[in-house]
């Protein structure tokens, strides 16, 4: 298993079999594999540390191979450039053969986790994922005893996983979902690496930017530095012995998008004894003599790690020799490449690439790992080797192309949704749905009227959708057992059962009917009631409706028939006084009710809550409340298959509820 952020590939192939010629073999193949992907390296920038190669004899389990190890660090794209590159190689190269992995061993599966088959897991990966022909390759597991002549039954070595994918590349090809999922992965590049750069305004010391402009790679042991710094790095700092301020110039620095994001992320201070001091942040160069004091700050730490005495007293250690015959071959697959773009030999263009190559492959000379004391040695080497004017470097400040714009740094909770969309192979324009606020409310009426037991309640999803099938005579007798009562005979029974049972079932009947009637009553006076409290102000109510108007009371008979004569009749006696009628409210309740008419009249402006629109704006407030964590509205809205993801959504929803 590889360390933490480190990807470690291998190049094997089976065309070499003798040990003898095995290292020179290796060695002149790592100089043909880096001049063909040197177009793509040589103005690359990696986090930490450079795609290399090294040549590794074999024994009996182990073939002749290449093997390197990338420190990416936390820039993941290092780790997929890596990928594409053996890819490149295994598509150019016939019968190459590559294998990448790093700490979480077999990354490429993770990202094709969905599609993989239900036996490939961790533990039956190993040595059986590699690279060949630019596809992915998947050697599987034996199934029949004819498999076994040629499927290894446990975990393969590297050797027999090579024979196996060379001998039958066709059954070890791997799907054609998984191999989608890897292609869409890498179809960014080459185009990537490019838009991967990002340049901006820096006031640095002249030196670092002559360093800087010769090896814009260096950017990043510099970043890292200031990024990774400690109290003690910073005692460094306090009187700058190499990068002083007064020596600062304007230049545009290249960084990557990873390097840019870790420099401006973080809050930093000079100390008061340094010299830097930053204008005012309203100050419109704020940001490019920020960025420079942070760079000084990590060249400063990352160069007084250099213990060579030559390089600080300003002399120049560079005694690397780079052998004839294997640079002449490096730039002769250089110019097969086009590296050169037809400049010709001597120009100015064609040194400037040729330095660049040369370079880079005396940076390739060795396989060890990048140190800090290494790097700090190599700008102070760039240094005082190049010549500069601190004048002339003012005066190109005017000519300097104009920054990039670094709005990619502050992305909205929509342009992430669709990024990890678009990770998982889905096309954020055919997830955009709309979203209908009567789903919630159906799907939690639908969740009440499910059936509810011991194990929890059924949503409306998990349902079947046969009926409930009841046993009544196996309840019955499971209820008498129970509480002990005697079991119902059927030799007891009158003869007359049946009628008294239908008059037990009209009674019941109309029973049923006035409990119902009262029960609204009932429920429209408590509704009435609460109306007039806070609790009842805070539900959402619908809107009135206007109500018919009420009819005329029917007059008496006897007044709408024509009057007629009569005899005259002694006047009627005078009524009896009656007591006055206490207010409604002294009068005691004697378990009459309102009618519904009474109700109305009683308060004209009630308005009847509106169930649906206050259960929806109720789980719409608690999820707003958990931003993107789980909760319990999170939970009960997927498990109905409402899913609430885009906060847009939401904000268009709430208005509308709050209209009703």
């Not at 190993?126 to 034996?142: A, S």
């Not at 880079?360 to 396989?367: A, E, I, R």
């Amino acid at each position: 298993m590889a360390p933490q952020g480190v990807a470690a590939h291998q190049l094997g192939t089976c065309a070499l079999q003798d040990d003898l010629k095995a290292q020179e073999y290796l060695e002149e193949q790592k100089d043909i594999f880096l001049a063909h992907l040197s177009p793509l390296l040589v103005d690359y920038i990696w986090q930490k540390e450079p795609f290399k190669l090294k040549a590794v004899v074999g024994d009996e389990s182990t073939p002749h191979h290449l093997h390197g190890c990338t420190h990416f660090g936390d820039n993941i794209q290092d780790e997929w450039f890596v990928v594409y590159l053996l890819c490149q190689l295994t598509q150019h190269f016939s019968g190459l053969v590559a294998k990448v992995s790093d700490n979480d061993e077999e990354f490429l599966l993770i990202e094709a986790a969905d599609v993989l088959p239900e036996w490939l897991n961790p533990t039956t990966s190993e040595n059986r994922i590699l690279i060949k022909d630019g596809e992915l390759h998947i050697i599987p597991m034996p199934t029949s005893s004819k498999d076994l002549d040629w499927l290894p039954l446990f975990t393969p070595t590297l050797q027999e996983a090579i024979q196996a994918i060379h001998q039958h590349s066709s059954e070890t090809l791997a799907s054609a979902e998984i191999r989608k999922v890897i292609k869409q992965r890498l179809e960014c590049y080459p185009e990537k690496i490019t838009q991967d750069f990002h340049s901006a305004y820096c006031y640095i010391p002249a030196g670092l930017a002559v360093a800087l402009t010769q090896r814009p790679s260096l950017i990043a042991a510099g970043v890292n530095a200031f990024y990774y710094r400690d109290p003690d790095d910073l005692k460094a700092c306090r009187s700058f012995r190499y990068f002083r301020p007064g020596t600062r110039v304007m230049t545009l620095v290249k960084f990557t998008r990873c390097l840019y994001a870790q420099l401006v992320q973080q809050n930093f201070q000079p100390h008061r004894e340094s010299g830097w001091i930053l204008p005012s942040s309203s100050n419109p160069k704020h940001k490019a003599h920020e960025l420079g004091m942070k760079l000084a700050h990590g060249f400063e730490i990352l160069c007084s790690k250099c213990t060579n005495p030559n390089l600080q007293n300003g002399e120049s250690n560079d005694n690397r020799n780079i052998p004839d015959v294997r640079l002449q071959r490096f730039i002769s697959t250089l110019t097969d490449k086009g590296y050169f773009k037809g400049e010709l030999e001597g120009s100015v263009l064609y040194n400037e690439h040729l330095a660049k190559a040369k370079q880079y492959f005396k940076d390739n000379l060795d396989h060890t790992p990048c140190n800090t004391e290494q790097l700090g040695c190599t700008v102070l080497d760039l240094i005082h080797q190049i010549p500069y004017s601190i004048e002339e470097l003012r005066l190109q400040e005017r000519l300097l192309p104009p920054e990039d714009d670094d709005s990619w740094l502050y992305v909205s909770p929509q342009e992430v949704d669709a990024m990890i969309l678009k990770a998982g192979g889905k096309d954020p324009s055919r997830c955009e749905k709309s979203f209908d606020p009567n789903q919630v409310s159906n799907s939690m009426k639908s969740f009440v009227d499910t059936v509810s037991d011991y194990e929890g309640a059924e949503f409306p999803k998990e349902c079947l959708e046969d009926d409930i099938n009841f046993d009544s005579t196996g309840f019955i007798h499971a209820m008498n057992k129970v509480f002990e009562f005697d079991e119902i005979s059927s030799d007891s029974s009158s003869e007359m059962d049946e009628y008294d049972w239908n008059s037990s079932d009209e009674d019941t009947s109309r029973t049923s009917s006035n409990s119902r009637s009262e029960m609204k009553s009932y429920l429209k006076e408590m509704d009435l009631e609460l109306s007039k409290t806070t609790l009842g102000k805070s539900f959402e109510c619908s809107n009135k409706k206007s109500k018919p108007p009420r009819p005329p009371p029917p007059q008496k008979i006897s007044e709408s028939l024509p009057k007629k004569s009569a005899p005259s009749r002694p006047p009627p006696p005078p009524p009896p006084k009656v007591q006055p009628v206490p207010p409604a409210e002294s009068v005691p309740h004697n378990g009459s009710k309102q009618s519904p008419d009474d109700i109305d009249d009683e308060d004209e402006g009630f308005r009847p809550v509106n169930i649906d629109v206050n259960i929806v704006k109720n789980l719409l407030a608690s999820h707003n409340v958990q931003p993107g964590q789980p909760g319990p509205a999170t939970n009960i809205l997927s498990s109905m298959g409402v899913d609430l993801h885009q906060g847009k959504k939401k904000e268009m929803f709430m208005n509308r509820a709050g209209s009703k």
